[in-house]
C-alpha cells in the first residue's frame, strides 16, 4: 500500500496534481490514464464524476503504489471513508473538512484541504491537513500566494483553479509547494468523439516539463 511519505513524494518529485471533473465516467478513466502515461504521478477523481469510487478502484489496482489516486471534493467523514475503502490514497476537500482528515490521518492517507484565507489555510494545517489548496486560486493569484507565504514560509500550498503552463514560473516563484491542474490537461483530448487521449499525454507531459524548467 501506498504510504503518506510516499504519495507526498510523487507530488512534491513532479510538482503536480491533475484534477479530473469531468461528466462522462469512462472518459475520466482515460483522461487518467493517458495523462499517467504523460507522467503524472498523483491525481484526484471528483466524487462529481460518475461512478468515481470504480474509476479510483480501478486505478488503483491498475497502478498500485507507482501513482498517488485520490478523491476530490471529499466533503466530510462519509465520502471520505468510502474513498479510502475504494482504494483511495488521497483525499481532497474544497473547504476545511474535521471529518475528512480524521480518516485521512486514521488511513495514513495524503490529505488536501481547501481554505482561501490565511486563516483557514492555518486552520487546515492545524487540523492535520498536509497541503492547503489554495482556492479558487484565479482570485489574488501568485501575487496573494506570495503575501500569504512572507509570514508562512514554509505553508505547503497547493493553487487550484486558473493555473496554466503559461503562469507555472509566478506561481513558482510566490513559493507554491506544487500545482493543481485541470482542464490544462483533463480537457486536451477536445469535446468531440472519438476523444484523442493521446493529446492528454501530450498536454501531461508538456505541463510537467514546463514544471522542471520552471524549478531550475
Given at each position: 500500500m501506498?504510504?503518506?511519505?510516499?504519495g507526498?513524494?510523487?507530488?512534491?518529485?513532479?510538482?503536480?496534481?491533475?484534477?479530473i471533473?469531468?461528466?462522462d465516467?469512462?472518459?475520466?478513466?482515460?483522461?487518467?490514464?493517458?495523462?499517467?502515461?504523460?507522467?503524472?504521478?498523483?491525481?484526484?477523481?471528483?466524487?462529481?464524476?460518475?461512478?468515481a469510487?470504480?474509476?479510483?478502484?480501478?486505478?488503483?489496482?491498475?497502478?498500485?503504489?507507482?501513482?498517488?489516486?485520490?478523491?476530490?471534493?471529499?466533503?466530510?467523514?462519509?465520502?471520505?471513508?468510502?474513498?479510502?475503502?475504494?482504494?483511495?490514497?488521497?483525499?481532497?476537500s474544497p473547504?476545511?473538512?474535521?471529518?475528512?482528515?480524521?480518516?485521512?490521518?486514521?488511513?495514513?492517507?495524503?490529505?488536501?484541504?481547501?481554505?482561501?484565507?490565511?486563516?483557514?489555510?492555518?486552520?487546515?494545517?492545524?487540523?492535520?491537513?498536509?497541503?492547503?489548496?489554495?482556492?479558487?486560486?484565479?482570485?489574488?493569484?501568485?501575487a496573494?500566494?506570495?503575501?500569504v507565504t512572507?509570514?508562512?514560509?514554509?505553508?505547503?500550498?497547493?493553487?487550484?483553479?486558473?493555473?496554466?503552463i503559461?503562469?507555472?514560473?509566478?506561481?513558482?516563484?510566490?513559493?507554491?509547494f506544487?500545482?493543481?491542474?485541470?482542464?490544462?490537461?483533463?480537457?486536451?483530448?477536445?469535446?468531440t468523439k472519438p476523444?484523442?487521449?493521446?493529446?492528454?499525454?501530450?498536454?501531461?507531459?508538456?505541463?510537467?516539463?514546463?514544471?522542471?524548467?520552471a524549478?531550475?
Amino acid at each position: 500500500m501506498l504510504s503518506k511519505q510516499q504519495g507526498l513524494q510523487y507530488i512534491r518529485d513532479t510538482g503536480a496534481l491533475l484534477i479530473i471533473r469531468l461528466p462522462d465516467g469512462d472518459d475520466a478513466y482515460q483522461v487518467a490514464r493517458a495523462a499517467i502515461a504523460g507522467g503524472i504521478r498523483a491525481l484526484e477523481v471528483t466524487y462529481s464524476v460518475p461512478d468515481a469510487l470504480e474509476i479510483i478502484t480501478r486505478l488503483t489496482k491498475e497502478y498500485g503504489d507507482q501513482v498517488l489516486i485520490g478523491a476530490g471534493t471529499v466533503v466530510g467523514e462519509p465520502s471520505a471513508t468510502a474513498a479510502i475503502n475504494a482504494g483511495a490514497r488521497l483525499l481532497v476537500s474544497p473547504h476545511v473538512a474535521p471529518g475528512m482528515l480524521t480518516v485521512a490521518k486514521a488511513s495514513d492517507a495524503v490529505s488536501v484541504c481547501g481554505a482561501f484565507s490565511p486563516t483557514e489555510m492555518v486552520a487546515a494545517l492545524d487540523g492535520g491537513a498536509d497541503i492547503v489548496k489554495y482556492f479558487p486560486a484565479e482570485f489574488g493569484g501568485p501575487a496573494y500566494v506570495k503575501a500569504v507565504t512572507a509570514p508562512f514560509p514554509n505553508m505547503p500550498i497547493l493553487p487550484t483553479g486558473g493555473v496554466s503552463i503559461d503562469n507555472i514560473k509566478q506561481w513558482l516563484d510566490a513559493g507554491v509547494f506544487a500545482l493543481g491542474v485541470g482542464s490544462a490537461v483533463s480537457k486536451a483530448a477536445g469535446d468531440t468523439k472519438p476523444r484523442d487521449y493521446g493529446r492528454v499525454a501530450a498536454a501531461a507531459r508538456e505541463f510537467l516539463k514546463a514544471v522542471e524548467n520552471a524549478r531550475r
